[in-house]
């Protein structure tokens, strides 16, 4: 895949252009010329298309502009799009016919709406459309960005990971959830164990938890200060996924803060519309026309390879003891009954369960509720019938070569899961790999249940006489990369570190099923 490469000047106007917007914010910029603020990005590719964005710092014209060839010989100009304050001077914009397979170069510019002679400076950036034909396909993913405390601290680096797996060139990333900490307030200053200072880059809306339509996109635009995450924003796609963080640690639609003195608005109703707005704003996500802010869908990526986003969030129910025995709302029946759907119609090798929690990890909310789906040991009970659901209907519809990815828990893990082990036993065995942070506090091990029989084959985290929240520069940041080869359609799973060794790794052959 070609490499290109973001200017240092390029890939640091945005945290500048951000930084005096916020200090000045009376700052008359009529005389100036526009600026892209945060880089650009892609997301859900697909054989024909994808989805770009950026942001300006004004009232501007986006104008796109892509060709097949790295120096835009013949570029094919697309229909402009305005943006403005209402979506935070942000804008989508869904490239159509495209060439499948092929390496697509986009040049971005902004035109200031006031005096349309004063154009930005252009980004450029790449991603390659899915493929409809046998090829070979690579991929990265991982969850967790500036966690518990741990921000931009430009001195080390900034967010490194990203700079890792932007060495892998992969074809795209798929961001398994807590994509921002929007519940998790930065300090200028942490001291570490060693002595040493981690300095946070520091913004008026990372001080204090998001409540507001315009803190909620900001925590947003905070990651994306970083030069290592738009760098790797402009060449890879982004296929995202939201869990928790997004709005704050754990929540559920009918929950109310009344305990939690960090927050004057106490619905999480309310929190989630705004962060709900900020998600799909700040994001290229591609909107669908029945429900445009939903979560779950699928992105095709050629014959190989099918990619099902699972949204364990939007629809659930309350955080129980999760032992109801009809069960309790977690998936949800449309996501649930779309899901059957689509995996029955997938031709696909491979189908790609991304799922923003682990299936057979505890993940409690307190000491008497739970998080994720699993409760104990035992058998199908609560959420997890929703599971257990799906589950038995992959093995009933003669569904093959189901994976499982996610992240969540701060620490990397395979895991096996197989009905000779399990309380539940309707369903075919099937790998669920976990990795993350990508940049935030490292945590684990979590413990597990039996309900679906997971056996942990692999698993690095902090140990216990480290203590919990380590910080990234303690090296435990993770991500996942996955090689599917056109010729064998083997699955190669690797488990990652930041520093780019490779821990554990897995060769899957695909199951014929007629």
Do not use: C
Request: aromatic share 10%; charged share 20%.
């Amino acid at each position: 895949m070609p490499q290109i490469k973001l200017s240092r000047r390029q890939t640091l106007v945005g945290s500048a252009a951000l930084m005096t917007s916020l200090a000045m914010p009376g700052l008359s910029r009529a005389q100036s010329r526009p600026i892209l603020t945060h880089g650009v990005q892609s997301g859900d590719i697909a054989h024909d298309g994808a989805v770009l964005w950026s942001r300006a710092d004004r009232e501007a014209r986006m104008m796109v502009e892509w060709s097949t060839t790295e120096s835009f010989q013949n570029p094919t100009q697309v229909q402009a799009l305005n943006v403005g304050a209402p979506t935070d001077y942000t804008g989508k914009l869904a490239l159509t016919g495209l060439p499948s397979d092929q390496d697509i170069f986009y040049r971005m510019q902004m035109v200031d709406l006031g005096d349309l002679n004063a154009t930005s400076k252009p980004i450029t950036g790449h991603f390659r459309t899915a493929p409809q034909g046998l090829r070979d396909i690579s991929f990265v993913w991982s969850g967790d960005t500036a966690g518990q405390g741990w921000g931009i601290d430009i001195d080390r680096g900034g967010m490194t990971t990203y700079a890792t797996m932007l060495q892998h060139a992969p074809d795209f990333m798929i961001h398994s959830g807590d994509t921002v900490y929007a519940d998790g307030p930065l300090q200028h200053e942490v001291e570490l164990k060693d002595g040493t200072l981690w300095k946070n880059v520091m913004i008026a809306q990372k001080t204090k938890v998001a409540e507001t339509l315009d803190e909620f996109r900001k925590q947003y635009l905070y990651n994306m200060m970083d030069h290592n995450v738009q760098a790797f924003n402009a060449q890879v796609p982004v296929l995202y996924q939201w869990d928790d963080h997004e709005v704050t640690n754990n929540w559920y639609p009918n929950e109310q803060l009344i305990s939690d003195d960090r927050y004057t608005e106490k619905s999480v109703a309310r929190l989630a519309a705004r962060a709900t707005r900020a998600f799909h704003e700040m994001t290229p996500i591609r909107s669908n026309p029945s429900e445009p802010e939903r979560v779950y869908r699928k992105v095709s990526y050629g014959p190989l390879l099918d990619i099902f986003f699972l949204d364990m969030r939007t629809y659930r129910g309350d955080n129980t003891a999760n032992t109801e025995a009809e069960g309790a709302q977690f998936l949800g029946a449309e996501q649930l009954a779309w899901l059957k759907q689509e995996l029955s119609a997938s031709q696909a090798t491979w189908k790609i369960m991304a799922s923003d929690m682990p299936l057979g990890m505890l993940v409690r909310d307190g000491d008497a509720a739970f998080e994720n789906g699993a409760n104990g040991d035992g058998p199908a009970l609560g959420r997890e019938l929703d599971i257990a659901e799906l589950l038995r209907f992959i093995k009933h519809a003669r569904v093959a070569n189901t994976v499982w990815l996610t992240a969540d828990v701060h620490y990397t893990a395979a895991h096996h899961y197989s009905p000779d082990r399990a309380q539940f036993q309707d369903f075919d065995p099937f790998w669920e790999f976990v990795s993350g942070p990508l940049h935030a506090g490292t945590f684990g091990p979590n413990d597990y249940d039996n309900t679906f029989g997971p056996e942990v084959r692999f698993a690095k985290h902090r140990s216990a006489d480290q203590g919990v929240n380590l910080p990234p520069s303690d090296g435990y940041q993770f991500f996942g990369k996955v090689d599917i080869a056109a010729d064998t359609q083997v699955m190669t799973v690797r488990l990652m570190d930041s520093a780019d060794t490779e821990l554990w790794s897995v060769d899957l052959a695909p199951t014929r099923r007629t």
